[in-house]
């Protein structure tokens, strides 16, 4: 192919088109202006107007995670550029896809605190994977197929590309099979594993009288679906999943117990700290799982299962860590794994479950959290792509619905990050544009990011948003009245917003619910209703998630409600 | 390792090699890197390597053993770190080199030039009242040379450092670094537990 001469901002659409990127979320600002003047020629990659670029970094994470490519976000230098990172922070922990492509100031005025400056490849340094300051438009091309190279492969993350703006407006020759060739000496992504790895791990595996497989994002991530399951049936073991790893293993299968933690099902907590073998599958042990590492599960030896080497033995030591891809070492690992029954020890999974039946809602006439999600549930079958915030819904969310399908749960778990549902579910209807798409939303982080409701308006993207309107922050409540001796302070939201006025005020349906027994109807009504709602489920005010293990503990401080 | 009053282990010292890509702001990368995961830089040295666009870094790191243990892992997770070596248990070759200026007027000036030839240093410098020596080695020797030169008025004090390598093989099939015969080579200078970190 001929490299054809092109001006920055046409290098930056073909290279993203040559990427496979269809849709692109972002805001304009000065110095990203002349990749706007140019992205209207490219009737192919179609931009999403966001209203604050955080939204752009969420939308773009949750058509990442859900669809499996990369995601895109693009945001002008200074605020638009600094807006962004609470979405890359989010996308790092959670290792998502995402490449962002900021405007910089003029190549002349960087450094000299002009209008809108930021240095955002410093300022994103410790959210991104790896990120560039692009200073020749010739650069731009390769920067960007590097980029997506990195953003991709081995353990996903957010890449960030900072373009100054007379880059955009300078010409160079783009050449998409000269420039695609990747030449990164450091960067090698894991594949298959170790034998000498592989070969402990196996051993342990066909050793262990109470195995528990911990599944986490890594199955999801590598798409190791199959694999997980060929070898939790092969070898009988329990699947734990972890708060990321939901919906990596099918909900209705006998070997499924759900997620441990914090908040997460007693059983399977206790499961976990009775097994003689944890067998962690993209997992890092993170703390909220964890708790005290000393105490955790302390019978068991660890096989860690990881592609990105610097997780193993970072919590906890792995007696048999296997550095590689999570599906690849699963494909080597299966062959020669025993077929075995674990009778004993599944009847004592069992036996848990009967003794903690921690998704027993309590008896009252009263609009619980854990109703509304039961219900959605419920009416959809499990078969809806689910995205959260962060909160007591979410705890709500991650142990009530029952998933049906692979990756649909789309949730902000490392960074813990408030208002992640609103455009995440904006992205993952857009890449998803054939499937039912439920953001379960609290009213605190409602409010941090409900301008996208306009975003989701504007691009007739018929995302359901299910507020858990309690009036409160309600982990805030709940910690203050268990770790803060009642003391209350900033977690009552007075003056929320009438949210079915406020669905009507952006054009869209709006409903209320404040009964039980309006549950279904309601939900019905929203899944045939053919664009964006807003349900508001108007829940009991105050109310504990539980099972919990407060920070730092283990099961022996496990505490479940009384019913 | 060091212990505290309690006698655990508290801080850890670790020699890190690493060959880099010669790019703007790999230091920044890694000197942050350092930072949030809590790395504590006793010291760092940079330069080109022998293979073009790539740098070598001698860096040794201290913190608690269970911290310092993972900055070879998090390190390589960088991009740009083309190779990364935690050369702590291995057999090693290191230097540092300190510049320092010493009062030296012209009544004991010959003392401290005795001084300068029983440690081997160069003096790279005479001034009306000072000279500066250029010292070379362990740090123990270092140390020793400044504690001795104190009483004459030291003025600067100007060190590196350290830079390290693996010990040659010594035999054919052997592994560079590896932990044998090296007590018979006198030319190297051998490290021991007090002076090198290596142990």
Redesign the interface.
Known sequence: MVAKKLNGGQIVCEALLNEGVDVVFGLPGGAILPFYGEISKYPNLRHVLVRHEQGAAHAADGYARSTGKVGVACATSGPGATNLITGLATAMMDSAPVVAITGQVGRAAIGTDAFQETDITGATLPVTKHNYLVMRAQDIGPTIHEAFHIARTGRPGPVLIDIPKDVFQEEAEYDYERDSQIDLPGYQVASTADEAQVEKAIELINEAERPVILAGHGVIISRAFDELRELAEKAEIPVVATLLGISGFPEDHPLFVGFPGMHGLAYASLALDEADLIVAIGSRFDDRIVGDPKRFSPRSKKIQIDIDKAEINKTLVADAPVVGDVKAVLGQINPKVKSTKHTDWLERVEHLKAEHPSLKIRETDELLGQHVIKALSDVTKGDAIICTGVGQHQMWAAQHYRFTNANSWFSSGGLGTMGYEVPSAIGAQMGNPDRLVWSICGDGGFQMTSMELATAVENRLPVKYAILNNNHLGMITQWQGLFYDGDFQAETYSANPDFVKLAEAYGMKGIRVTRQEDLESAIREANEHPGPVIVDFVIEKVDNVYPMIPAGGSVEELIEESL | MTTNTNGAAAFQQRTIIAL??DR??VL??IS?LFR?RGFNIASLTVGRSERPGLSRMTFVVEGPPHVV??VA??L????????VQDITEKNIVWRELALIKVSAPPENRSEVLELANVFRVNVIDIGAHSLTMEVTGGRNKINSLIELLRRFGIREVIRTGRVATLRGALIEGQEEGAHTLTESVEHFYVPTAGDSGSV
């Open positions: 880099v890509q703007p702001g920044a990368r942050g949030r243990q993972h892992a998090q390589d997770r960088l991009v740009e770190v083309v190779e």
